[in-house]
């Protein structure tokens, strides 16, 4: 079952503007992933944060977790055109060898 | 080049035909993982395997069989394609677990009619 929600489904803004898209998850973790997707090709790792940390930044990125709230936002500032992209996080479980990922935020930043 | 290699791209099949996607690793990775993803459903996990010879069940595995007799690679097989089986299809591999980092590879896109 997937255990990753993210909302919004689809979001678009203009160049420049933040981008904030927010993933929820059922059960305990001891990390979450961030990956993106250009159109119909495969997944890169962006960003994993771990359970005993609540945020985390790399270049325009910044993740936070909320293990209380079982959420995670991944916030990308200043975007890009070349941002355009779907967005999905990705949560282990069944002893850290199962992966869920969640059903994706498609981006779409309008130069 | 680290990579992850998928064949064939692209496969349109019939049904019931018996067909085998390739996926092959070059980081000496432990843990390998073949997903499908289908619109609005993002990606479901179909198994995964931990080292040579271990092999597990993702959350959607009926239909599909997998092998890992070396550690590089890790082929999905259809015994029996189906209809309900087009999808857009991933392999992966990490590191460690599947907890860790994962290297995904272009996707295999499977039509069966």
């Known amino acids: 079952s997937q255990q990753g929600e993210e909302d919004p489904q689809a979001l678009s803004i203009q160049e420049g503007e933040n981008a904030t898209m927010n993933c929820s998850y059922k059960?305990?973790?001891?990390?979450l992933q961030w990956y993106r997707q250009n159109s119909g090709r495969g997944l890169v790792h962006l960003i994993l944060i771990r359970s005993n940390e609540r945020e985390k930044h790399s270049g325009r990125l910044r993740v936070t977790l909320d293990t209380s709230k079982k959420s995670s936002s991944l916030l990308i500032t200043a975007s890009r055109a070349a941002d355009t992209a779907s967005y999905f996080c990705a949560t282990p479980s069944g002893g850290y060898q199962k992966v869920t990922f969640g059903t994706g935020t498609k981006l779409q930043v309008i130069p | 080049e680290a990579q992850v290699t998928q064949n064939p791209r692209y496969l349109i099949t019939v049904t019931g035909k018996k067909l085998t996607v390739t996926c092959s690793q070059n980081m000496n990775h432990e843990y390998m993982s073949w997903y499908r993803q289908d619109p609005g459903l993002g990606l479901r996990q179909i198994y995964y395997s931990m080292n040579v010879e271990v092999t597990d069940k993702g959350d959607v595995p009926e239909g599909y069989k997998v092998s890992r007799k070396e550690k590089r690679n890790f082929p999905l097989i259809l015994e029996s394609p189906s209809p309900n089986q087009t999808s857009l299809y991933f392999c992966?591999?990490?590191?460690?677990?599947?907890?860790?980092?994962?290297?995904f590879g272009p996707g295999t896109r499977l039509t069966v009619t």
């Open positions: 059960t305990s973790i001891n990390n």
């Open positions: 992966a591999s990490s590191l460690g677990t599947g907890a860790g980092e994962q290297y």
